[in-house]
């Protein structure tokens, strides 16, 4: 199957500091990137959808100023966490669709995940 | 709206012994349904999925699904199972949102224990 590639997948932050996560498709291109947060032993919560070259749409709650978000290009979305605080800590995944399967039942691919601890 | 549900949140089963593992949605039309497996720490890989046609369904790792729409139920088998699958599985149907920008609505997910 297609990959996705998240980068870094751990980090440690210290409170007040930004942290940007990368995620890249490496042998497709995906016109857009969703991405999740989960908590221990919780779901996957859609945070926003990233779309390439046009402005991230947000979830119900999730703050747009905090959780910056951009796709300039089909392979690469990043996510900014800026002034991070220990609340900020979390699982952070994302995902991506083929632009060229894009229906309704192709899947999702899914990043490796980034551990996100603010200390 | 669309919504998942799995029971169960944690299952623990023998080695060798079969396995089942509940989903039910809600959604108005036809859904997309999906299985997800996903390693500690680690992203989520898709196991299968259903769209339309014979409603059991197989995936990879030995799994298979079978979808009832008389029952909305998407549950997840398997008949022997390997400790290697110990991990947590998640259920999710797509969320059309409009256009082509899907979104997919995942249940919370039962964590599997594989006893030796």
């Known amino acids: 199957g297609a990959v996705v590639s998240q980068h870094p997948s751990r980090v440690i932050c210290k409170s007040g500091t930004s942290v940007k996560i990368e995620c890249r498709s490496l042998?497709?291109?995906?016109?857009?990137m969703f991405w999740y947060r989960q908590f221990p032993k919780q779901s996957l919560m859609l945070m926003a959808t990233s779309n390439e070259g046009s402005k991230a749409t947000y979830e119900q709650g999730v703050e747009k100023d905090k959780f910056l978000i951009n796709h300039a290009s089909l392979t690469l979305s990043t996510l900014t966490v800026t002034s991070a605080h220990p609340e900020d800590s979390s699982f952070y995944i994302c995902s991506a669709r083929d632009q060229y399967m894009d229906t309704m039942n192709t899947e999702a691919f899914f990043g490796q995940g980034t551990r996100l601890t603010v200390v | 709206a669309q919504s998942v549900t799995q029971p169960d949140i944690h299952i623990t089963v023998s080695e060798g012994a079969s396995l089942e593992l509940r989903c039910n949605y809600s959604?108005?039309?036809?859904?997309?349904l999906f299985w997800y497996v996903q390693s500690p720490g680690q992203g989520l890989q898709l196991l299968l999925k259903?769209?339309?046609?014979?409603?059991l369904v197989q995936g990879i790792k030995g799994f298979e699904a079978e979808f009832k729409r008389s029952q909305s139920s998407f549950n997840l088998r398997k008949p022997s199972v390997h400790w290697s699958d110990a991990a947590e599985y998640f259920c999710?149907?797509?969320?059309?949102?409009?256009?082509?920008?899907?979104?997919?609505?995942f249940g919370k997910g039962t964590l599997l224990t594989v006893n030796p």
């Open positions: 259903y769209f339309s046609g014979d409603t």
């Open positions: 959604y108005g039309a036809t859904p997309y």
């Open positions: 999710a149907v797509v969320r059309n949102s409009g256009g082509s920008n899907y979104k997919l609505t």
């Open positions: 042998d497709f291109q995906a016109t857009t």
